[in-house]
């Protein structure tokens, strides 16, 4: 399922052999750097370019020996580029690779990301304009309150994943930030000049200053990010999944030919999309804590946060790009029951204009005390399944000494609440 949601252009980030490429990059600018300084002859840049390659299989063997991911990946380099190869890693400590490497990784997550979230936003406003007319009936603490449109619950979303768009614009910027400034960041065997002209080929900016790495509050905002926009596909599937129930049956995911909802009972239809996207959420939150945890490290460094990050980071970016594509196909051919939210609008009598009762009896002139007691007997009775509410405030003499026949019948129609839809999507849209 995972393979059908998530763009293959995810996976290719956190691939390994994307990752040592990419280590490859930042050694070959290092040494480049370094030969325009005069530091190492110019002549061995052509050497290393043309002999340095990226062979998994090997480094694999030469770290089951020497346990050290970085010392595999050279002395798999050096064996091949042969002599020359005393001109790699000069003045480098392994993060000074792992760290910007990554951060040119997360960078290209990031973009993939934010293409997710123009794409949510695209269809999120299609559907909000399809259905900003279509009338159901909000909910608080899922007990029917007062009449809204579908469009304006799309539209909510809407306005939420814009956020999310930009909180995830901040992220990339923060994480934006590579380091060659050795083991204790004070640029003792190399130039801050190698770290500025290596950042810019990668398309980073220099960290303003680190340790051994870069600090893990950037990457834990990064994660959070992630987990922010999550939980807001968390809580567009979980109202998806509400909207679904037998008793409200407002709105459903597209159920196609064939499909099955159940071993045992051939009737089900259920929200299983929307339930896997509130599961695999949790997810990613949880993996944010980790992140959270990472920040705190000893002295200049130690490498407790190492191997969290090898499985959190690509696993919430691939997680990320999974949850918001699904969410965005499930928006696109979700079934949505005008008619039944009409009639679940309907289900209680009246009700859900019991406010709009109260004012109209306040402004012309009832004390809001009593007007209250006396549409609140009504509607409890009403609860009671003693008559429709509709009907009892027209019979009533206390709300007929205040308000006319025509009055109250305009207290039951659901355009009021709705005269300033345009003004909302004027807000939300433009």
């Known amino acids: 399922m995972i393979e059908r949601y998530t763009l293959p252009k995810m996976k290719a980030v956190w691939e390994t052999r994307h990752k040592l490429e990419t280590w490859l990059r930042i050694e070959l600018w290092v040494c480049e750097a370094l030969a325009r300084d005069g530091r190492i002859p110019k002549e061995a840049i052509g050497v290393i370019r043309k002999k340095a ?16 991911d970085v010392i595999a990946f050279l002395t798999m380099l050096a064996e ?58 909000g909910r608080s603490h899922g007990v029917h309150g007062e009449p809204i449109t579908f469009g304006l619950k799309l539209a909510l979303w809407y306005a939420e994943t814009r956020r999310n768009l ?43 200053i680190s340790n051994q790495i870069i600090q893990r509050d950037r990457h834990a905002q990064y994660l959070t990010t992630l987990a922010i926009i999550a939980s807001s596909v968390d809580k567009f599937a979980t109202e998806i999944r509400h909207l679904q129930r037998t ?49 705190a490290l000893w002295h200049e460094r130690d490498i407790s946060h190492s191997s969290v990050e090898r499985v959190i980071i690509p696993d919430s970016a691939i997680l990320t790009d999974y949850l918001l594509n699904r969410l965005t196909d499930m928006v696109e051919t979700l079934l949505v029951y005008p008619e039944q939210m009409k009639a679940n609008l309907e289900r ?36 009671r399944g003693e008559g429709r509410f509709a009907e009892m405030v027209r019979t009533d003499r206390f709300i007929g000494k205040y308000l006319k026949p025509r009055e109250i019948r305009d207290c039951f129609e659901p355009d009021y609440y709705l005269r300033h839809l345009d003004t909302i999507y004027k807000r939300v849209f433009s």
Not at 90 to 110: F, H, K, N, P
Request: proline share 3%; aromatic share 4%; glycine share 6%.
């Open 80 to 137: 091949q580029v042969g002599p020359a190869s005393r001109f790699i890693h000069l003045g480098l400590t392994s993060s000074d690779i792992l760290d910007t490497a990554l951060a040119v990784l997360m960078q290209e997550a990031a973009d993939l990301i934010l293409a997710d979230l123009d794409r949510l936003m695209d269809v999120l406003r299609r559907r909000a304009m399809e259905f900003k007319g279509t009338v159901m009936v």
């Open 247 to 295: 008793e409200v049956l407002e709105a459903e995911e597209f159920f196609s030919e064939g499909q099955k909802g159940s071993s045992a009972m051939p009737h089900k239809r259920n929200p299983i999309g929307a339930e896997n996207l509130s599961g695999l959420a949790r997810v990613v939150r949880a993996n944010a804590q980790a992140a959270l945890e990472d920040v």
């Open 348 to 383: 209680t009598g009246g009700l859900i204009y019991s406010q709009r009762l109260l004012l109209e009896l306040t402004k012309r002139g009832a004390r809001r005390e009593k007007a209250y007691e006396a549409v609140q007997q009504l509607a409890m009775a009403a609860w």
């Open 53 to 68: 390659r990226i062979d998994p299989k090997r480094m694999d063997e030469i770290e089951r020996t020497v346990k050290h």
């Open 166 to 208: 930009e909180r995830m614009r901040q992220a990339k910027e923060t994480t934006r930030h590579g380091k060659l400034s050795g083991a204790m960041g004070t640029y003792a065997h190399l130039d801050p000049s190698i770290e500025e002209f290596v950042c810019e080929k990668c398309g980073l900016k220099p960290a303003p």
